[in-house]
């Protein structure tokens, strides 16, 4: 059924959200060769650019949805 497929369509959208979210944040957290201070400033960043990410991404998508159904 088309609500099925939408809940299905979803889950998946929610799953990349998160993967490229996660990864980006990554990405900005793997240079750990700094001080203690400077740790916990990239661990925050790291937040940020996580909703930054998931942010964007889930913009991506609803445009992306939108344009297709």
Do not use: D, I, P, W
């Not at 700094?34 to 940020?48: A, C, I």
Request: contains cysteine; hydrophobic residues 30%.
């Amino acid at each position: 059924s088309s609500f099925a497929f939408s809940k299905y369509l979803y889950f998946c959208t929610k799953n990349v959200q998160n993967f490229y979210a996660n990864l980006v944040g990554t990405l900005t957290l793997s240079n750990s060769k700094y001080s203690k201070k400077r740790k916990n400033h990239s661990l925050n960043h790291h937040k940020e650019q996580r909703m930054e990410g998931k942010r964007k991404v889930k913009y991506f998508y609803k445009n992306f949805l939108l344009n297709k159904f």
